[in-house]
């Protein structure tokens, strides 16, 4: 199951550059296109995103090893080795758990000049399905996720809509949502979206979305969670003012988060590229943050 376009893959044992294929990613991030994340997103780039869920369902179905003191519920080790290489000491791959990811995500421009995250910023990296490991975080592992995107296939499959349909697929996911909910007008699938998943979680989830990146016509989703009694949990308030207390006060700071996502000796990054970010990393970006 190899991805249009791709080259084929190199099986291996080690990959000291990083520079070839594996069967192991790719395949995975195949199956996650023709499993349950194919269908709804909240932009382009998120079709080459959801598909890492995949991998870090089936990591926490499986890995009853990765649970420990440091990550009780294995999910951030899951997220880890959901993107970007299957993890291991010889792969070029970040180190990425949920909490540095925030913190990445909370230096660039996008994040401090309040600008949804773009499609180049949510495909193919950890970044652009963090938050579906955040509201597993929140609701206690990823069943909820799971019984979420079974539901949207089968919803989808219902109403007999398909791939290549429309502009790019974005036909499938408004007409869709906002038949279910015809408040809101074809324009407003990401509200729609919004709302499902919140219904689901049982909380307002806008919150956290928007901290991912994920911008909203807020005036009318309120009134909605509001009329279906759905409000922001205290752990979703905690959950977000700790990323704020994360964020690095000074460039050796930022630099120290970099080097414990990008080890040097062991990924092979050129780190060349977040050292200038960090050295950039001031008072007036802080403030922000």
Same mark, same amino acid.
């Given at each position: 199951?190899?991805?249009?376009?791709?080259?084929?893959?190199?099986?291996?044992?080690?990959?000291?550059?990083?520079?070839?294929?594996?069967?192991?990613?790719?395949?995975?991030?195949?199956?996650?296109?023709?499993?349950?994340?194919?269908?709804?997103?909240?932009?382009?780039?998120?079709?080459?995103?959801?598909?890492?869920?995949?991998? /870090? +369902?089936?990591?926490? &179905?499986? %890995?009853?090893?990765?649970?420990?003191?440091?990550?009780?519920? *294995?999910? =951030?080790?899951?997220?880890?080795?959901?993107?970007?290489?299957?993890?291991?000491?010889?792969?070029?791959?970040?180190?990425?758990?949920?909490?540095?990811?925030?913190?990445?995500?909370?230096?660039?421009?996008?994040?401090?000049?309040?600008?949804?995250?773009?499609?180049?910023?949510?495909?193919?990296?950890?970044?652009?399905?963090?938050?579906?490991?955040?509201?597993?975080?929140?609701?206690?592992?990823?069943?909820?996720?799971?019984?979420?995107?079974?539901?949207?296939?089968?919803?989808?499959?219902?109403?007999?809509?398909?791939?290549?349909?429309?502009?790019?697929?974005?036909?499938?996911?408004?007409?869709?949502?906002?038949?279910?909910?015809?408040? /809101? +007008?074809?324009?407003? &699938?990401? %509200?729609?979206?919004?709302?499902?998943?919140?219904?689901?979680? *049982?909380? =307002?989830?806008?919150?956290?979305?928007?901290?991912?990146?994920?911008?909203?016509?807020?005036?009318?989703?309120?009134?909605?969670?509001?009329?279906?009694?759905?409000?922001?949990?205290?752990?979703?308030?905690?959950?977000?003012?700790?990323?704020?207390?994360?964020?690095?006060?000074?460039?050796?700071?930022?630099?120290?988060?970099?080097?414990?996502?990008?080890?040097?000796?062991?990924?092979?990054?050129?780190?060349?590229?977040?050292?200038?970010?960090?050295?950039?990393?001031?008072?007036?970006?802080?403030?922000?943050?």
């Amino acid at each position: 199951m190899i991805g249009w376009g791709s080259d084929s893959p190199v099986p291996h044992e080690h990959d000291p550059e990083g520079t070839e294929v594996t069967y192991d990613i790719v395949t995975w991030h195949e199956f996650g296109h023709q499993a349950m994340h194919r269908y709804g997103f909240y932009n382009g780039g998120e079709k080459e995103a959801l598909p890492h869920m995949s991998y /870090f +369902s089936a990591r926490l &179905a499986l %890995e009853e090893g990765d649970k420990s003191l440091v990550d009780p519920t *294995g999910i =951030d080790t899951a997220f880890m080795f959901s993107c970007c290489k299957i993890q291991n000491p010889y792969t070029y791959a970040p180190r990425y758990t949920i909490d540095r990811q925030a913190i990445e995500w909370m230096t660039r421009d996008n994040f401090r000049n309040g600008l949804p995250m773009s499609s180049e910023e949510t495909m193919y990296q950890h970044r652009g399905h963090a938050k579906y490991a955040d509201i597993a975080r929140l609701t206690g592992g990823i069943g909820y996720f799971d019984e979420f995107m079974i539901e949207e296939h089968e919803r989808w499959e219902a109403e007999g809509l398909g791939e290549g349909l429309g502009n790019g697929g974005d036909y499938w996911w408004r007409v869709s949502d906002t038949t279910w909910f015809p408040e /809101f +007008s074809d324009d407003r &699938a990401a %509200e729609v979206r919004t709302l499902r998943f919140s219904i689901k979680a *049982g909380e =307002d989830l806008t919150p956290l979305l928007t901290f991912w990146g994920v911008h909203h016509d807020y005036t009318l989703l309120k009134q909605m969670m509001t009329a279906r009694n759905l409000f922001p949990s205290q752990e979703q308030k905690d959950l977000l003012l700790k990323y704020k207390s994360l964020i690095p006060q000074d460039s050796s700071s930022l630099e120290a988060i970099f080097r414990e996502i990008w080890v040097p000796d062991i990924t092979r990054k050129n780190f060349a590229e977040w050292q200038v970010i960090a050295d950039a990393w001031d008072q007036t970006k802080v403030e922000q943050a």
